[in-house]
């Protein structure tokens, strides 16, 4: 009995004195923040400039070049070869072309040329840019016009022509689709069959209207490549 009463109060004092420890001990809190004085010193925070905004580019389709045309009145718009000439007659296309470059003519010649077939009076084109280098009456060509080029390798030949265009005259300047003259049957051509008889020669070094290397016009004019 007397061991108990003894562990009773041994139990009683050490509650005692741990509530004693506990009310004594001060808690831990961390240190103050600072003071500011003067809050107009307090710096504050740099703008920061928006990113603009960049409306998205549209895209662009490449716009094929257009050739020049001629404004000038008498002008047409003619049809286009495969190989940038036009066809030197108003109204008609490369399905109304034929190819007798290599026909035989009188005397053992080649024709050396195309014949176009239209009536008489449609109006002759310049198949490109150039200049007039030679008008000229032949027996056999009729009324014909030696257009050069630009750089002068090669003479455009028009023949067995009803006219000039008005005010023609040579060494003027021409535009491809200009009109230049008018199909007829003048020189050796049969007053039935008007055409154009159109001729394409490689020049020499001497650039002679009447000299040059016959090549065939017919593949220049046509739509095969």
Do not use: C
């Not at 009310?23 to 004085?37: D, F, H, K, L, M």
């Not at 239209?118 to 030696?146: C, I, M, N, W």
């Not at 067995?160 to 007829?184: C, D, F, M, N, T």
């Amino acid at each position: 009995m007397k061991y108990l009463f003894v562990l009773l109060l041994g139990l009683v004092l050490g509650a005692l004195a741990y509530r004693q420890i506990s009310v004594s001990r001060t808690p831990e809190v961390g240190p103050a923040p600072p003071t500011i004085s003067n809050p107009a010193h307090v710096p504050s925070a740099r703008p920061v400039a928006a990113e603009p905004v960049r409306a998205p580019i549209p895209a662009v389709t490449p716009v094929a070049p257009v050739a020049a045309t001629d404004t000038t009145p008498g002008a047409v718009s003619p049809a286009l070869g495969a190989s940038g000439l036009l066809i030197p007659v108003q109204g008609k296309t490369q399905a109304d072309l034929a190819d007798t470059f290599t026909d035989a003519r009188s005397q053992g010649r080649l024709h050396d040329a195309i014949d176009i077939m239209a009536q008489a009076g449609t109006p002759v084109l310049a198949v490109a840019d150039g200049y007039v280098e030679k008008l000229f009456t032949s027996e056999r060509g009729g009324l014909t016009l030696y257009q050069f080029e630009p750089s002068g390798k090669y003479a455009y030949y028009y023949a067995h022509l009803e006219r000039y265009a008005p005010g023609l005259e040579e060494k003027q300047s021409l535009k491809r689709g200009q009109v230049i003259g008018y199909v007829g049957s003048t020189g050796n051509a049969s007053p039935n069959a008007p055409h154009l008889h159109f001729a394409i020669f490689v020049l020499g070094p001497e650039r002679r209207w009447w000299e040059g290397t016959a090549i065939n016009p017919y593949p220049l004019l046509s739509a095969e490549r």
